[in-house]
Each structure stands twice: as structure tokens, then as C-alpha cells.
């Protein structure tokens, strides 16, 4: 896992964003998140708005998108990706970058959460995967191309043999979910923190054993805006504290402590 940055801010940082009305001025804050994590995500802030004095812009999208408009120059100063693998290219996008700027500064990379993978048949199905396949019926999943739950699902998929009449394609988790939702997908891949935010039944959704599909390890990054500025860093300690990462299992995701 990213841990090596996170210990260091979790020290060097740990009164940080409680100190920082008395010795700095309330800043402003964008953080672009994927979409499993933007309902958690709505929780934490109001907390750690009322503990800074900072403000907190969110904009939610898959990851495969808020990377792209990083890489185009969208001015956020968090990244939290439902991946490791954009944060880590961007990372040495930014060292490149940084070492021509701040030789002694290094990107911020850290990993905030654990996801899980689930599907979820509004319908109790007689036996998860089986029953949908034996009757046909369209199921939904995230663009593997853009969303890494997308791909844990197609990779789910693979490892089971598991084909449908028909594969609706959310461009994000949260369409994914929603057309499951609507009616116009009988079943479906999704995070286990949506079902578990809708209070839905658990004999409805089957959580995917992780051996069917590549970890879900959601990794951060400070960006090149977010490196300098304090709210950013006093997010991230935020983030990755004790409390609020008791928190962030509550919502559906594996503990990122022990």
C-alpha cells in the first residue's frame, strides 16, 4: 500500500487543522473525488470545515475523467482516485514537473480507504451471478476503461465465465447504481458503500471475494496547486486520522488500520 507519506503527515501534521484558524487565514479548498467515495466524503467535511475555518469545493466524476482534467489543468488541490494507479502517473507527472520548480518537493501520495466490490440484484436472486445468467437479464457496471470498480467488475466477470444478454455501462459507480435503481438494469456491480448508505437488504448483494479481482486500494494525491497550501495538507491529516478513518468503515470500506 501508499502508506510512507501518510505516517509522516499523520505525525508531523496532527494538530495541524485544529490550529490552523489561530495561525492562518480560512482558505478554500478543491478536492475531486471519485464517485464511490463523494456521499462519504459529504459526511467528513462539515467537521473538518467547522474545525479549520476552510471552505470545501467537491466535484465527483470516475477516475479515469478527473485525471484527465488534471492533466488539462482543472485547479484542484486534492485528487482522491478509487485507484492507485493515476494518482502514482500523476505523481511523476508532478516530479518532473517539480524538479525543475522545488527540487526538495516531492508529490503528496497517499492511500485513504479499501473498497469493496458487490453485486447487487434488487430481486433476491436465487444464487448471485447465477440466477441472472440463467434468465437473461441486463446488468449494469462502470467503464472499465474509466472507473476501477468498472474493471474489478469486468475482471469479476472473467473470472466466473459470466456473460448476460446485456451490459449497460455507467460512465461512473454512481450511473452504474442508478440504473440498477431505475429498473433499467435488473442487476449489477457496485460499491459496497452505496448499498450499505442505502440501508439495503443484505440478501440482496453478494460482496465480491477479493480474489476474483484486482484490490481496490483508493490512493490520493496532493497536486501541484494542493502542495503548497495548507488546507490541503490539513485535509489529508484530517482524512487519514484514527477517528475518520473509523469513520470511512462505517461506510462500506475495509479498515486501513488495524
Avoid at 60 to 70: F, M
Wanted: aromatic share 10%.
Amino acid at each position: 500500500m501508499i502508506r510512507g507519506l501518510a505516517s509522516v503527515i499523520r505525525f508531523a501534521l496532527t494538530f495541524l487543522c485544529l490550529l490552523l484558524p489561530v495561525l492562518g487565514h480560512a482558505d478554500s479548498l478543491r478536492i475531486a473525488v471519485a464517485s464511490n467515495f463523494a456521499y462519504t466524503l459529504q459526511t467528513l467535511l462539515p467537521a473538518f470545515e467547522k474545525a479549520t475555518g476552510h471552505s470545501v469545493e467537491v466535484s465527483s466524476a470516475s477516475s479515469g475523467k478527473l485525471y484527465a482534467q488534471i492533466l488539462h489543468g482543472a485547479p484542484f488541490d486534492v485528487f482522491l482516485s478509487a485507484d492507485t494507479n493515476k494518482p502514482q502517473r500523476l505523481a511523476q507527472k508532478l516530479s518532473k514537473q517539480l524538479s525543475k520548480q522545488l527540487p526538495e518537493t516531492e508529490p503528496a501520495l497517499f492511500t485513504y480507504a479499501i473498497g469493496r466490490l458487490v453485486f447487487w440484484c434488487p430481486v433476491k436472486c436465487e444464487y448471485p451471478l447465477s440466477g441472472i445468467t440463467a434468465n437473461n437479464q441486463t446488468i449494469a457496471i462502470a467503464n472499465p476503461r474509466l472507473a476501477p470498480y468498472g474493471l474489478a467488475a469486468q475482471q469479476t466477470m472473467d473470472a466466473f465465465g459470466f456473460t448476460a444478454a446485456k451490459v449497460v455501462t455507467g460512465e461512473n459507480i454512481g450511473q452504474a447504481y442508478r440504473f440498477i435503481e431505475s429498473g433499467n438494469a435488473a442487476a449489477g456491480f457496485v460499491a459496497q458503500s452505496q448499498v450499505i448508505t442505502a440501508k439495503t437488504s443484505s440478501d440482496q448483494y453478494w460482496l465480491i471475494p477479493d480474489e476474483h479481482h484486482q484490490p481496490l486500494e483508493q490512493a490520493g494525491i496532493l497536486t501541484a496547486q494542493g502542495l503548497n497550501k495548507p488546507a490541503a495538507q490539513a485535509f489529508v491529516t484530517y482524512l487519514l486520522s484514527t477517528a475518520v478513518q473509523a469513520r470511512i468503515a462505517e461506510h462500506g470500506y475495509d479498515p486501513l488500520y488495524d
